[in-house]
């Protein structure tokens, strides 16, 4: 009974991360170091950390929007040019950001892959 009762939460766990890589697969794009570069020129970069990371360090050309200033900050965001995304790594912040952007009605969304911890282009140091 414990057994049948274990494979079955394991495989809850694995159907919830599929579900969760569907749902991130269609609302952005993930991309490597140089398609991210090429795009920077035409998108809006937004470093979704908080202000004191961003200060730290950031992409150079970025914007902070914190994730949980989002939602108040979505009027200073175009929808007819791609917006980029960023955080550490990718995790959660930059995961229900692309979400909540898609739905509202931003058609092209771009994620950093790995986010700023693997970024090799330019940086601003503080």
Same mark, same amino acid.
């Given at each position: 009974? @414990?057994? =049948?009762?274990?494979?079955?939460? +394991?495989?809850?766990? @694995?159907?919830?991360?599929?579900? $969760?890589?569907?749902? +991130?697969?269609?609302?952005?794009? +993930?991309?490597?170091?140089?398609?991210? !570069?090429?795009? *920077?020129?035409?998108?809006? /970069? +937004?470093? %979704?950390?908080?202000?004191?990371?961003?200060?730290? #360090?950031? *992409? %150079?050309?970025?914007?902070?929007?914190?994730?949980?200033?989002? #939602?108040?900050?979505?009027?200073?965001?175009? #929808?007819?040019?791609?917006? %980029?995304?960023? !955080? $550490?790594?990718?995790?959660?912040? @930059?995961? $229900?950001?692309? /979400?909540?952007?898609?739905?509202?009605?931003?058609?092209?969304?771009?994620?950093?892959?790995?986010?700023?911890?693997? =970024?090799?282009?330019? @940086? #601003?140091?503080?």
């Amino acid at each position: 009974m @414990v057994t =049948w009762i274990l494979w079955a939460l +394991i495989l809850a766990m @694995v159907a919830w991360m599929g579900y $969760n890589y569907l749902r +991130i697969r269609r609302a952005a794009k +993930i991309v490597d170091n140089t398609e991210f !570069e090429a795009l *920077i020129r035409k998108g809006q /970069l +937004i470093d %979704l950390r908080d202000p004191a990371e961003f200060h730290r #360090k950031h *992409i %150079l050309g970025a914007r902070n929007i914190p994730s949980n200033q989002l #939602k108040s900050s979505l009027a200073a965001l175009r #929808k007819d040019k791609p917006v %980029l995304l960023y !955080e $550490n790594q990718r995790g959660q912040r @930059v995961t $229900n950001a692309a /979400l909540y952007l898609k739905k509202q009605g931003f058609s092209e969304i771009y994620i950093l892959s790995y986010g700023l911890d693997s =970024w090799k282009g330019k @940086v #601003k140091n503080s």
